[in-house]
């Protein structure tokens, strides 16, 4: 991959572009100082992935990320000094279209320190990302099941939080429907994006705990790099395998799982994202029965998740991220 850098100070750059450059088959494409600069060089040369920085002068990473994936939009990786300090800045980023976020790297004089692997590991991740991936099969669901609440389940990756805390704000706080949520996001980030959903909703959003069953009400998020499945007894557990799966959590494993043991109906939602995760278990959902919704172009901050299954006929409708809570909420009323 050719890849840009965005850091403000000099050897930040020096340690990002040494690492870059000790990777087979990539490149440092450009380095920028500022949010200002990487946004005029990478509608000029839009590279492959963006190493971006939070805090820099003239404009930050938050508004970078917005104006790059507005004009040139590419995989955005978040490299700042401190993810934790900046946990706020970061799922604004997010919302806007980075991937993933990592602490910069420190390195010593021989190339090697703390946080190195971390970051070369997310850009072979993201690198795995652009190339796509492949699902597993479907076998029968059970029947019965008349007690159990309706399931809402939704995907989402890039853009996602932001796509998430607006389809969660028109939809009831007291109603016989749980609500769970893949979105692509490391481990390290699943409690603070959370927080950051309750923040903005102002409901109470919690990561999916091992061996817990929906209930009505229920806001969940899978929480580990494994895969969130729901189990035959209909409680929700998280799985190595699929091993070939390279996203994780995947919403095509998640989706295929939930068709397979949720005996009940419900509304799915394929949100904006980068690669196809999800089109195919949204295809299957709507072969069940189920109501299957994806978001339009327009308001989608990359358009590849829901593309993909508008282009396999998974879609029942397909509409802007600000009408899809309400339309859930419609469907529900059915």
Sequence with gaps: MRIGIVN???AACEALRRIVQGIAKHEVAWTAADGAEAVTLAKRDRPDLILMDLLMPNMDGVEATRQIMG?????????????????????????????????????????????AGSLVNKIAMIAKLVGGTRVPARTERPAGGSGLPRLVVVGASTGGPAAVAELLTPLPHDWNVAVVLIQHVDVAFSK????????RTGRLVQVAE???????????????NDHLVLSAAQTLEYREEPKDVFFR??????????????PRTGVA???????????????????????????????SVVWSMPKAAIEMDAACEVLPISMIGQAIVSRMAV
């Design 249 to 262: 959590p995947s919403v095509d494993v998640f989706f295929e799982s939930v068709l397979e043991n949720w």
């Design 192 to 199: 603070g994006l959370a927080q950051w959903l309750r923040d």
């Design 210 to 224: 091992q061996g817990q069953r929906p209930l009505a009400g229920d806001v969940l998020i899978a929480g580990t």
């Design 269 to 299: 939602a394929l949100l904006t994202g980068m690669g196809k995760d999800g089109a195919k278990g949204l295809k299957a959902l709507k072969a069940g029965g189920w109501y299957t919704i994806a978001q339009n172009e327009s308001s």
């Design 71 to 115: 004009s040139a939009p590419c995989a955005i990786l978040i490299v700042t000094a401190t993810v934790s300090g900046n946990i706020s800045m970061v799922y604004d980023a997010m919302g806007f279209g980075a991937l993933d976020a990592v602490d910069t790297p420190v390195l010593g004089p021989n190339g090697d320190g703390a946080g």
């Design 8 to 10: 403000d100070t000099r």
